[in-house]
């Protein structure tokens, strides 16, 4: 039963913790920020919007890619097969791209163009973080990864590999070129207004709850360090981002790729020998 | 499975003289009453076996010669050297072991599971490219004969391909082999034009390169082990000497067209479509992993990890090389190269689980290409497209050719389609491979990274199909209704496909198929009719917007390295099998 309140209040979770972090993100610059239901507000205010659309194709697959995450994370929370988790995220990212790739319009289409790109560099990698919790456990389920002891000192190089991604996911600096306001204005968002938007910033909510459930895997059955690990990855990832300066999507996907992909691999290797 | 073999070389003489009416019908009933055959042959497991009698030895040994006395006559005619002499080397190969061969009495013809899986490929899909064959022949300009002919070689082709994967006797196998490098060449040629003499010759002496890989196998085989019999050679082969296992390896290698023997299949798009699709689906190329799922239960330890590391470096190298192709035919070519490659690593791997995931592969991976090889042939006959740059709003009056193009890509990568549990399963397979040998990691590398280069792949062409053009609402589409036929009974079968592999629980099954197959009905009945319809905003900029897609090519330096590493590959193969290296 509780498990299916959590999967539908997961989009909820997501927009409180896009809101709080805001606020972290603002207190590190010395700023106010906006409060913590700012992006509940925001949704409200979207409500009332203009809500035009280019064409409902456009339209249609924002809405798939929204029903996609949601179901991405339902069954992470019912504890389903992660490498299949990720293969079903994957089939969420292509909605969204095709999406971008429908309209007349170079920003969407740069945008899902980098976000192709940027799967290069990820996609391998969450494959390879299942692959190492398949090597320990014996099996792919996460209702069994949770019940098991961590292991997180044994994948603490797939561990350092997932770190480099998260980023990349929650479209952070040194990582976000895919959305890069300033340079692609939102790429893929761009060409959605009104009530039809909320998809998408639903989505991104998601996303956060996503890439945070990932994480607390690594934990395994161990609360406390989950919470411990949530709260340190948030702030270093916030840290991070206020620090850096972006890198273009050809050096994201080196860096990831290159560094990412060999700690993964070494990981795997020193799993096998034991 | 005799009538699978003798009923589509029946009709291939029925076929030629006859009226365009007749033979529509014909072939449309027989191909439907052959993959009726092939089921019911799938869903009855008796193993079946025949022996053929000394005259129909005889009869095939002459056969063999004259065929390969037709190459030779064919490479002196065109002046290609390589032609002819690969020819003269298998001719006098091929008489010393008539000489040498013992009089061998045992099972000629069998049917294993692995045959029952492949008629079905062979005769499902294949017969459905055959319907269409119909249809797109008709719109070129060639006398009826000619046409007709077409027709009867692509029966023919598909009763040597349900020949070849039945055969048990090695001998008999390299005909059946050299009668598709036939087919292909015929095939390949069949425009006649200059390119496609070329390139037919190309094909033509590649592929005998696998032949003579036959023939030294056979030599070895029969100096060796005293056998000419895959079964007899399977059981008494020792690890220590593997050496015609690794022939037979290298011959799927030349018919798979892997590195570096990848131009034969690229050639042979000049070709008409259908071909292309009978040769990237059904047939000819799958013989490659069939031959290795075949054999890889005699591999020794270290010739599995070789097989499964030269194969996955294939399939990341072919999947990088499809990235700068503009040319639709050649990238789903290339695709091909990459995931028949995929197939052998899995096929080579010591589990049972993994040769399972190397034939969902093999079937879906035929079923789907076949889809995207028709839609490629209705492109260039009926919208004029063959490059991917001159693709644009195709969406707007070719909705149903976008969505099964779209489909044949997605289920290729994508849950809840067969490929994908396919991949999903092989990436397990390869985890528990891993457990007993560190250097398995190389494969499931190459998996893993290559898979993820073909989404790219895919989905940058779809970029190009989909981009709309604002305010105006999609038509429907109209087409032949052969070139329908043809479409609806692969996707159709894709669609079946997904219930029958049983790999994942309801819930993972039914949530894609619900996303996936909703969203042309969403599409219908959501029209957004209260929402104000405007042009894209793209901040305001005005001006043309063409649609563009990035290539991103390697140098032609790195590909000649890609081709040394894997000749070396091979030959380290050799090395291996020969008890050289342990």
């Known amino acids: ?274 | 499975m005799e009538l699978l073999i003798f009923l589509p070389l029946l009709l291939a003489l029925i076929v030629p003289v006859s009226g365009i009416k007749i033979r529509n019908l014909i072939v449309i009933s027989f191909v439907v009453l052959l993959s009726l055959f092939s089921i019911s042959t799938f869903l009855d497991d008796r193993l079946y076996s025949l022996t053929l009698s000394h005259d129909i030895h005889t009869f095939l040994c002459v056969a063999d010669i004259v065929l390969l006395v037709y190459f030779l006559a064919q490479g002196i005619k065109y002046r290609s050297k390589l032609v002819y002499a690969l020819a003269f080397v298998q001719l006098i190969l091929y008489l010393g072991i008539i000489y040498l061969a013992p009089s061998m009495h045992g099972i000629d013809l069998l049917s294993d599971e692995l045959s029952r899986v492949m008629y079905l490929v062979i005769n499902v899909v294949g017969g459905a490219i055959i319907i269409y064959a119909l249809e797109y022949i008709e719109a070129e300009n060639f006398s009826r004969l000619k046409k007709n002919s077409f027709i009867a070689l692509l029966l023919f082709f598909l009763g040597v391909m349900n020949a070849i994967v039945s055969t048990n006797n090695i001998e008999i196998f390299f005909l059946l082999f050299e009668l598709t490098t036939l087919c292909s060449y015929l095939l390949i040629r069949y425009r006649g034009d200059d390119i496609a003499v070329k390139n037919s010759l190309k094909a033509l002496w590649m592929n005998q390169v696998g032949g003579v890989a036959i023939l030294l196998a056979l030599v070895f085989s029969i100096s060796t082990y005293n056998t000419v019999y895959f079964s007899e050679l399977l059981k008494v082969v020792d690890d220590s000497f593997l050496i015609p296992i690794i022939f037979l390896v290298i011959a799927a290698y030349v018919k798979g067209a892997a590195f570096p023997f990848q131009n034969w299949l690229l050639g042979a798009m000049v070709a008409p479509t259908p071909v292309s699709a009978i040769l990237h689906s059904a047939t000819m190329v799958k013989i490659a992993p069939f031959i290795v799922l075949k054999l890889s239960t005699a591999f020794s330890p270290s010739l599995s990890v070789m097989v499964s590391i030269f194969a996955s470096f294939v399939f990341v190298g072919a999947s990088i090389m499809a990235l700068n192709r503009d040319f639709f035919k050649e990238i789903l070519g290339l695709s091909t190269i990459a995931l028949l490659s995929l197939m052998m690593a899995l096929a080579s791997l010591p589990s049972e689980e993994a040769r399972y995931t190397a034939i969902l592969l093999l079937v879906f991976h035929a079923i789907s290409k076949a889809l995207l090889f028709l839609q490629a042939g209705i492109l260039e006959k009926v919208y004029h497209l063959k490059y991917i740059s001159d693709i644009d709003n195709l969406v707007d009056h070719a909705p149903r050719t976008v969505f099964f193009i779209i489909i044949g890509f997605a289920s290729l990568t994508l849950p809840p389609f067969g490929a994908f549990i396919g991949k999903f399963l092989g990436i397990e397979a390869i985890t528990q491979a891993i457990s007993q040998n560190p250097l398995y990691i190389f494969t499931l590398l190459g998996l893993i990274v290559g898979s993820v280069f073909l989404v790219i792949l895919y989905f940058k062409i779809i970029t190009k199909l989909l981009t709309k053009e604002p305010f105006k609402n999609i038509l429907k589409e109209k087409l032949a209704f052969k070139y329908k036929l043809g479409s609806n009974i692969l996707f159709i079968s894709l669609f079946i496909g997904i219930f029958l592999v049983s790999a994942l629980n309801v819930v993972e099954v039914l949530i894609p198929v619900i996303l996936i197959f909703i969203s042309p009905f969403l599409l219908k009945y959501f029209s957004f009719k209260s929402a104000p319809r405007v042009k894209e905003y793209n901040c305001g900029e005005k001006g043309d917007f063409e649609v563009g897609v990035y290539n991103y090519a390697l140098s032609s330096n790195v590909i000649q390295k890609m081709m040394y590493i894997s000749i070396f590959m091979i030959v380290l193969h050799l090395a291996i099998g020969g008890g050289i290296l342990k």
């Not at chain 1, 956060?208 to 934990?219: D, E, P, R, S």
């Open chain 1, 1 to 274: 039963m509780i498990e299916y309140i959590l999967i539908v209040l997961a989009p909820v979770f997501g927009g409180v913790l896009y809101g709080f972090e805001r606020v972290v993100r603002a207190r590190m610059q010395n700023r106010q920020g906006p409060p913590v239901l700012q992006p509940f507000y925001d949704m409200y205010k979207l409500i009332d919007k203009n809500s035009s659309i280019v064409h409902p194709m456009h339209i249609v697959l924002a809405i798939l890619h929204f029903i996609t995450l949601w179901a991405v994370v339902a069954l992470m929370i019912l504890g389903y097969n992660f490498l299949y988790v990720i293969f079903l995220h994957l089939l969420a990212t292509i909605f969204i791209i095709l999406a971008g790739f429908s309209v007349r319009s170079v920003y969407s289409h740069v945008g899902s163009n980098r976000e192709l790109l940027a799967m290069l560099a990820y996609e391998p990698i969450f494959i390879l973080i299942a692959t190492g919790f398949y090597m320990i456990n014996g099996s792919y389920d996460i209702s069994l990864i949770r019940q098991e002891d961590t292991q997180i000192l044994s994948m603490i190089l797939l561990f350092a590999a997932f770190l480099l991604t998260v980023p990349l996911k929650l479209k952070k600096s040194p990582f976000d070129a895919c959305e890069a306001h300033q340079e692609i204005v939102g790429g893929v968002e761009i060409e959605y207004s009104g009530i039809y938007f909320e998809f998408l910033y639903m989505a991104k909510w998601i996303e956060y709850v996503f890439v945070y459930m990932i994480l607390l895997l690594f934990a395994g059955n161990n609360i406390l360090l989950g919470v411990f690990l949530a709260i340190a990855v948030f702030l270093i990832v916030n840290l991070v981002d206020n620090s850096t300066s972006r890198v273009n999507i050809v050096q994201t996907i080196k860096i990831i790729m290159g560094i990412g992909l060999t700690l993964s691999c070494l990981n795997i290797l020193g799993l096998s020998y034991v």
